[in-house]
């Protein structure tokens, strides 16, 4: 459950937080002033705080000042009725998370309070790599006695010490933004802010703005300045994912920041130093990208200087068995579950997989199983299909692997995509007679629901666009572990 503490002398602006934020996954505790907050900070250990400039007693700046003597990283979101651009500034200055206008756009506040939530779980899962610790030691470890992943460990290590930049390159789920958070816990700048951006998430024309912030009237939309992201992090660290989704003009900003610490908001012609550490990562060759002048070369080689290359699950055969059993563990662990265990030919099966989509499609497969799974130990026709050498006649619709297991496509599938989705779910189904592809296509979205919502029934309908009477019809039709449909 996250933790919201609203900061805000106005019994409407309370009043009205409470109904947008009344759900099961958010506590909010609210003060009346800043004196107040500082004192209930401690105590409550809110995981974000929504603060307002003006107020009875010290101001909200003032009392932003006052939290960042003690606590440098909490996220703090800066409200206001009267908006100066030089209170945004000053907030932000100040270490704000982002700064908001009253009245809000409710769906805006939203956004911004989940990603700073986002955030503020990143920066605080501690992340461990010290391969000899117990299972009760991890908290988000990351797991592997390869002599290819020690020598991952031992990297991350010496990074530790610098403040470097560096590259972390592997396949799609080989767990390079674990790494990343790794190296952001283990350096001197752990107890400053860490903030993650995927580059290929954000559209082309605004992640420029995104990084860097822009003044009121850059472009089309730009209403109002933004102070963007590197500014936000800065004395932090700043992990840009994907950063070979970027467009050459990027590039050159990014360069410029590494270089010299400098950088302009989109339209604005006066330079702003900071200082952040820059980790990188990327699933896509960059030396092809430079070959091809998608990628300026410069930067590879700035990016370049300490590479953190991430071997696939495939080539580390031997950390296998030993991600089975943390994924076991730690699965069993969030569902408040004894940990299940795993017969030797469904290991053996694990054992032989490719593993195209790496670590993530390994706890994809143990979630699953979890989830289809009858007894106490998960067998091997609790896997979908693929992994068994000799398909065995299963009671259970079995699908294949592009669904039950793979992670989902590098990009979100939309509607116009739907055709081709269909057509290729309906040539397996004209292959395969026996099969009854509706049933199989609802049961496994049903599961993905399941897993999200972390089995909250009504949230999951909500998702599939069905009521939540449909869905446990279908949980019991399709025998669907209880404990993980009812909540
Ligand atoms: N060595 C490991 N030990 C434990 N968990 C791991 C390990 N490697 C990856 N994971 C888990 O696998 C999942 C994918 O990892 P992560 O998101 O870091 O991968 P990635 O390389 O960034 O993938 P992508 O390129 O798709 O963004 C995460 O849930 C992560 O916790
Ligand atoms: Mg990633």
Redesign the pocket.
Known sequence: MDKLLLIDDEADVQYSFRRIFDSPEIELSTANSGEEGLKLIPKVKPDLVLMDVRMGGITGLETLRRLRETDAKLPVIMMTAYGTTQTAIEAMKLGAYDYLLKPFDVPKLKQIVFAALKAARDMKQVVSYEPLLEMEDYD?????RSEQ?QQVFKLIGQLSTSNATALIT???????????RAIYHHSQRADKAFLAI?CAAIPENLLESELFGHEKGAFTGAASQRVGKFEQCNNGTIFL??IGDMTLATQTKILRVLQNGTFERVGGNSAIKVDVRVIA?T?KPLEEAVAKKEFREDLFYRLNVVRVA?PPLRERPG?IRL?VN??LKKIARSQNQQPKSISNDALAALEQHSWPG???E??NIMQRALVVAKGEAILSSDLPREFFAHPQPSPAITLPQSIAAA?APASVPTEQDLPALARALFQWARQEPKLKVIPAVERELIIHALIETKGNQVQAAKLLGITRATLRKRVEKFGIKQELAVK
């Open positions: 988000l470890g990351i797991i592997g992943m592997g396949e799609s789920g080989t767990g390079k933004e674990l790494v990343a995927n994912d994907e990562a699933n991430i950390d991600l943390y994924f790496n670590v993530r390994l706890e992670e």
